[in-house]
């Protein structure tokens, strides 16, 4: 029947046929699965007669579920749809973007004029840094009245981790960057369960809101994971894939991280038949809570017994939310205090407390790769399953053959979430070269390197994110990526270029020779020291324990012979370069960086320890150098 310009489909369900519940909702998703514009175009009502009885609070219960249930299938189908034609894809999601903000000042400009085709923007709109922006960046954050970057307002300031420059940086962020995540979170979900399905669950989420301030200009500023955790749409989507956090508002969004982290394990152990997945946004967080795991579990323990929150938890925010979820239980904490005894160096801690934990997902490529090894330990057989592409400015790509090893992970780019170009590097580092031109998404080479160019709908254009990936393969027409390093990460000074995965390389290889004696390395980093002549690089480390001088002289030796790069060789063994230098760290000097990050506004969630620390880092320079317990220097290439 017609109501206006509405067409109305009735169906009436009488109580005498007998129809289930079943049956009823059988027939309304018919009606939406035939007609996918109904709730713009299409009014679908099922009147059940009178003299039925309403639907009890149960079955109302599994409506709703089956309302919000997450359709891996339609988002896979969604995202092949999409990458089989990436190029008329991103010529769209190009001409959307400068639709909406060529008012912008910065694009006019560039004299645009109108035209929002590919070959037009790159010939008129140039490269930059975030230097060049910004400028444009402080406007907004001081308060501009007229669009800046953006046609519509900037609502909020997303901060960088810091960890490269010493320095958080400000990043614009908006509406259309959080839906972008939870397309990131869908796509790669999808795929994962499809490979590992999960059922209604929890997850056990190291997740960490940071400090927030209000800007000049009055608008919040704190990291991109705060921004996406405060948000609904994220809430939602957990919700959807039946991952929501164990955790209440208030652990993750608590002023005191360490407390927070105490009140994330706590939750973790109460709800610890539920838990489906342990996550962090990277795999040295997920580390980090369990090394602090190693040293509070009777505490914890405690606490679940008794059902007192432990007193090292001050913020009365927190006391009350988790005194919703702590209820003395003897017997839990009997359970976990005798796992604990029974457990061989920590090794499978996470399935003995979590039994019904299908994967760990986190992201676990780049810096993230030397945390692995004491991850497997923890992990057990419980698999290991690396996450997204993404920095602080936005997404790149899913994730998508989940199956892999972290080691193996590659990303697939979604076109639709921005603009993306890529900087050859062939010839990019040859003296006197001249720059190579960015070049289109699907105009990449299989087995090539490149530097990610993003144009975002948050005000970035042309922007070089200054990540190194290798193309490794296609997903239908959109590449597939793997990280390989960030590019001005690089210890050099000489002729010498030296990566942070060359680094990552010679600490791996030398680490080898502190197991006979069962000790490993917790964390390190580096710096090259230009005030002796010649220069050298001096190489950080955090030990588990007291390594013996003739150990450390050898890793010391190891480290220099490991780096292969001709440049730094060469440079060795005419003495152009200086021997290279291992200083041993007091235990828990990285837990001292961490806080100066947190303390600058960063998360735990977000910190990645900065591989090479040099002049614009001068804080985390003075951290390393006062804990500095031992001193070895190579006698290697003499």
């Not at 903000?101 to 004299?111: D, I, P, S």
């Not at 397309?183 to 999960?198: G, H, K, V």
């Not at 997740?207 to 609904?232: D, P």
Request: net charge neutral; charged share 20%.
């Amino acid at each position: 029947m017609k109501l206006g310009n509405t067409t109305c489909f009735i169906f009436l369900s009488f109580p005498s046929l007998n129809e289930t519940l079943e049956h009823k909702i059988f027939l309304l998703s018919f009606c939406f699965l035939s007609f996918p514009s109904v709730s713009k175009l299409w009014k679908i009502v099922i009147f059940h007669c009178s003299c039925a009885p309403s639907f009890s609070p149960q079955q109302t219960q599994r409506i709703k579920k089956m309302e919000n249930k997450f359709d891996s299938e339609k988002v896979i189908e969604e995202f092949e749809s999409l990458t089989k034609d990436a190029k008329r894809v991103q010529i769209e999601t190009l001409k959307k973007i400068l639709q909406e903000n060529y008012e912008a000042e910065y694009l006019k400009k560039w004299n645009l004029d109108g035209r929002f085709d590919p070959q037009t923007y790159t010939s008129c709109v140039p490269v930059v840094t975030h230097k060049d922006l910004e400028p444009y960046i402080q406007k907004i954050a001081d308060g501009a009245s007229y669009p800046v970057l953006t046609g519509k307002p900037i609502t909020t300031i997303t901060l960088s981790s810091g960890t490269t420059q010493g320095k958080p940086k400000f990043v614009p962020y908006n509406d259309e960057l959080t839906e972008n995540t939870m397309q990131i979170y869908r796509t790669s979900f999808a795929f994962r369960n499809r490979a590992f399905p999960i059922g209604n669950g929890k997850a056990l989420s190291f997740i960490f809101g940071s400090k927030q301030f209000t800007t000049k200009g009055g608008l919040l500023a704190g990291t991109a994971t705060t921004n996406v955790y405060r948000s609904a749409q994220f809430k939602k989507t957990m919700k959807a894939m039946q991952t929501p956090c164990c955790s209440p508002d208030e652990v993750i969004f608590a002023p005191d991280f360490h407390q927070s982290l105490y009140c994330h394990l706590l939750c973790g152990l109460i709800f610890h038949e539920e838990i489906q997945i342990i996550s962090s946004t990277f795999a040295h967080s997920i580390v980090h809570s369990f090394r602090t795991f190693e040293l509070v579990w009777e505490e914890l323990c405690s606490d679940i017994r008794t059902g007192v929150l432990s007193a090292r938890i001050t913020v009365d925010s927190i006391r009350t939310a988790m005194a919703k979820v702590l209820k003395p239980n003897t017997e839990l904490a009997d359970k976990i205090y005798n796992k604990c005894l029974g457990l061989t160096d920590w090794n499978g801690l996470i399935p003995e407390l979590f039994p019904n934990c299908k994967y760990i997902y986190a992201i676990m490529t780049g810096s993230m790769e030397p945390y692995l090894k004491k991850l497997r330990v923890y992990a057990g057989g419980v698999r290991l399953l690396s996450a997204d592409y993404g920095s602080s400015e936005g997404w790149i790509g899913a994730n998508v053959n989940p199956d892999l090893p972290p080691e193996m992970t590659s990303f697939a780019v979604l076109p639709n979430i921005g603009y993306f170009e890529f900087l050859p590097l062939t010839s990019i580092d040859e003296l006197d070269s001249i720059e190579p031109k960015p070049i289109g998404l699907t105009d990449v080479q299989l087995g090539e390197e490149y530097e990610v160019v993003v144009t975002n709908f948050a005000g970035l254009y042309r922007y070089r994110l200054g990540d190194v990936v290798k193309v490794i393969g296609f997903h239908n027409s959109t590449p597939k990526l793997q990280f390989v390093c960030r590019r001005n990460l690089m210890l050099t000074i000489n002729i010498d270029k030296n990566t942070e995965k060359d680094l990552q390389l010679s600490v791996e290889a030398a680490a080898k020779l502190l197991a006979a004696e069962k000790l490993e390395v917790l964390d390190f980093t580096s710096h090259v020291d230009l005030t002796t002549d010649p220069g050298h690089y001096v190489i950080f480390w955090e030990v588990s324990g007291d390594a013996s001088d003739e150990i450390l002289n050898e890793c010391c030796n190891c480290l220099d012979k490991s780096f292969v790069d001709a440049g730094y060789v060469s440079s060795r063994k005419v003495n152009a370069i200086g021997p290279l230098e291992l200083r041993v760290l007091r235990r828990g000097t990285f837990q001292k960086i961490l806080d100066h990050y947190v303390g600058l506004g960063s998360a735990l969630n977000q910190f990645k320890t900065p591989r090479c620390v040099g002049p614009t880092n001068p804080k985390v320079l003075q951290i390393l150098c006062n804990n500095v317990v031992k001193s070895y220097v190579s006698s290697s290439f003499c």
